[in-house]
């Protein structure tokens, strides 16, 4: 089978200093893609216009090797005007790398006639060892119009370090007499993307694993891949289809309103792009090295070469790489043979699609498609967390369905058997319901043998998150008001009451402690909570901090004699799956209970009432949500059990004020992104309404 030698793009820091950590990602995409040969600082790419740095340049090479895990073989143009020069740059890396291969050019500046180009060569190669691989790069428009022509070849083709030829010409002639000098010693690629289906075609088949091509376009897609594949088969009309393909790649990625460096500042940009989660910098930063390459996108450019991207991933026409943190990053190979001896796993049958990564507080989540199923993957990949490697739903679904419960017998046994266990699964039986809906635990692991993190895999909960839902009506808002809005609230107040009824004989610090003799008072808990903020508050210089504080010493009676039950401790919009039905809305399901734990009812009130009031301007749906938990909790929401949500609304809102300096500390290691829900002005506001008594829901 042919060959694809993917000239790699280079990525720089601002000083011009290489980027490894974007190459390294930058290469194994290349892999991933179908490349089968790396082409480092190649004249296509930006490698003509590099200083000659030798460390830098033993590091790139050594990320390479790292990136790729030594699978494919990596080339390395070597550019100069002199014999001695060239020599001398292969030697020294020669003597740090066994299996490198080298990419000669010609001359950068010096004009040289057939004769004299020949003698160049012919000199360099004499001068390094037989045991030493070369390579030599035609491209006349790069190197002062020097052209490597077929008497060339034939003439160094007996020395036998010269191992095959790279042509980045337009010329056919030349292919049809390059082509008669391969055989098993020499090698034959084209680079030149317009020819590609014209060139694999000259080919005879029985040469065909001496020859390849040479795609800068390989940096982003899998198309070659493709087109050599028909081009192996014999399928004329699906190679000329795939030359058409690259094409239109080429007018969709390429920044074409700029001829020298479009294609690395479109191909750049789309890279940045489709890894911009795993990328700490800006969209904007290029780094090209040429100043005269340089042009800032502009927002049309970005926003096709963006849609661009998003088409072919959906075209399965760029393979992704996946990652659990932005250390960790993974094939779709390597996660089918991580996941391979899941018996749960295995009847799923084949992968379809995979989307994600999203990042949640605790988890880095994805969604994966198989043939008979859908299912949410959730990896504990959270440093902050204090129960990192319990899976929560394993010790709260049976609670959910009444399989275990405070005065079940051998409550505490059967506690602490779950809590040893760590794999297994807990499906809900059409027997025994869960009292809220929520996603089959399919399956989880917490012994860390397969993956460096404890995971779970739950069923796909079919609808949308609710805070998703209503932005479809940010320029309507009567129809947020509308009855069945209304119903739905009330369902979700019911949902929240059902989950509250299941009750506890104390308090605990942690749900690990369920179970033990580690009980302790609900004010004990939540005042160190409350100190503990108030303290980074006065540090962050938090405004009305004085009166902040004055206003939980004169409420601290209601943290006292509190009836402890279970609870979400994260009950908002974007935990709630919603299914749209023609005449209703449906509760699909309720997610994410990363955070729940043993407290008091009101808390669970305070993220949602602050959303509805704030984010919806819609307090008749703080009603519905009360009208709905009343019907289960029957009792009424009065102005005592309001008291208490505003009081933890204060905790939370400061907390979220604290979480905001963060983002002014650049040393913090988690940067907490605050949504247009919960900014600053609004908090503020809020605490202030509540201190001065002003607010009546």
Not at 104 to 121: A, Q, V
Not at 226 to 250: C, M, P, R, W
Not at 675 to 689: G, H, S
């Amino acid at each position: 089978m042919s060959q694809i030698i993917c000239p790699a793009l280079t990525f720089f820091n601002e000083d011009y200093s290489f980027n490894f950590k974007i190459n390294s990602i930058l290469f194994r995409h290349i892999m991933l893609n179908g490349a089968n040969g790396l082409y480092l600082l190649s004249p296509i790419g930006e490698g003509l216009y590099i200083e000659d740095k030798l460390d830098e340049k033993v590091q790139l090479i050594n990320t390479a090797y790292e990136s790729t895990r030594n699978r494919i073989p990596i080339f390395i143009a070597i550019y100069g005007n002199e014999v001695e020069k060239v020599v001398n740059q292969v030697d020294n890396l020669s003597k740090k790398f066994d299996n490198l291969n080298y990419v000669l050019t010609p001359p950068l500046s010096k004009k040289m006639g057939e004769d004299s180009l020949k003698n160049y060569f012919r000199d360099i190669l004499k001068a390094l060892s037989e045991k030493i691989t070369i390579y030599i790069h035609n491209n006349p428009t790069k190197f002062s119009g020097n052209e490597v022509n077929p008497n060339i070849l034939k003439e160094l083709k007996n020395i036998l370090n010269f191992k095959g030829f790279i042509d980045s010409s337009d010329k056919i002639h030349n292919y049809q007499a390059n082509i008669k000098l391969l055989d098993e010693n020499f090698s034959f690629f084209c680079s030149k993307q317009s020819r590609f289906s014209t060139f694999t075609q000259m080919v005879p088949q029985e040469l065909n694993s001496y020859t390849g091509i040479v795609p800068i376009i390989n940096n982003l897609v899998n198309l070659p891949q493709k087109l050599l594949n028909a081009s192996t088969e014999g399928d004329i009309l699906k190679l000329h289809e795939l030359q058409e393909e690259i094409k239109d790649v080429k007018v969709k990625i390429y920044d074409n309103k700029v001829e020298e460096g479009k294609q690395q500042r479109g191909l750049k940009y789309a890279i940045k792009y489709l890894y911009k989660d795993l990328i700490s910098e800006s969209l904007e930063n290029q780094n090209i090295t040429l100043l005269t390459q340089q042009r800032e996108l502009d927002s049309i450019t970005k926003e096709r070469i963006e849609a661009s991207v998003n088409y072919l991933l959906n075209q399965k026409l760029i393979y992704q790489l996946y990652y659990l943190t932005k250390e960790e990053i993974y094939q779709l190979d390597e996660i089918v043979n991580f996941f391979s001896n899941v018996p749960v796993l295995k009847e799923q049958g084949k992968i379809k699609k995979i989307i994600g990564p999203f990042d949640g507080k605790h988890n880095t989540i994805y969604r994966v498609n198989f043939e008979n199923s859908n299912l949410i993957f959730r990896f504990k990949t959270s440093k902050t967390d204090n129960s990192e490697i319990l899976i929560k739903e394993k010790l709260l679904f049976p609670f959910l369905d009444g399989s275990l419960y405070l005065f079940s017998t051998k409550f505490k046994e059967k506690v602490n058997k779950i809590k040893e266990s760590k794999e297994g699964s807990y499906i809900f039986s059409k027997k025994n319901p869960p009292i809220i809906p929520v996603a089959n635990l399919v399956y989880y692991d917490e012994s860390k043998t397969i993956i460096p993190y404890a995971y779970s895999v739950q069923n796909y909960l079919e609808g949308n998150p609710l805070n998703s839902i209503f932005e479809d009506f940010n320029e309507e808002p009567r129809k947020k008001s509308s009855p069945k809005f209304v119903i739905l609230f009330e369902n979700l107040g019911e949902s929240l009451g059902r989950l509250h009824e299941i009750k506890f004989d104390g308090f605990y610090e942690d749900i690990t402690d369920i179970g033990s003799e580690s009980k302790t008072e609900w004010n004990e808990i939540f005042k160190s909570r409350i100190d503990q903020e108030l303290k980074l508050a006065k540090k962050n210089e938090v405004e009305m901090i004085s009166e902040i504080e004055n206003f939980f010493t004169n409420n601290e009676s209601i943290l006292e004699n509190k009836e402890p039950v279970l609870i979400h401790k994260d009950y908002q919009a974007k935990n709630l799956i919603i299914q749209e039905k023609p005449s209703s809305y449906k509760v699909s399901g309720i997610i994410d209970f990363d955070e729940w734990q043993v407290g008091v009812r009101a808390l669970d009130f305070v993220k949602m009432r602050y959303w509805l009031k704030y984010h919806l301007n819609q307090t008749n749906l703080i009603d519905a949500l009360y009208n709905g938990y009343q019907k289960v909790y029957q009792k009424k929401i009065d102005h005592n059990f309001t008291k208490n949500i505003k009081f933890y609304t204060v905790y939370w809102c400061l907390k979220k004020l604290n979480e905001a300096s963060k983002i002014q500390d650049k040393n913090e290691e988690t940067v907490v992104q605050l949504t247009d829900e919960v900014n600053p002005f609004n908090l503020k506001k809020e605490i202030k309404e509540i201190i001065n008594e002003k607010t009546e829901n």
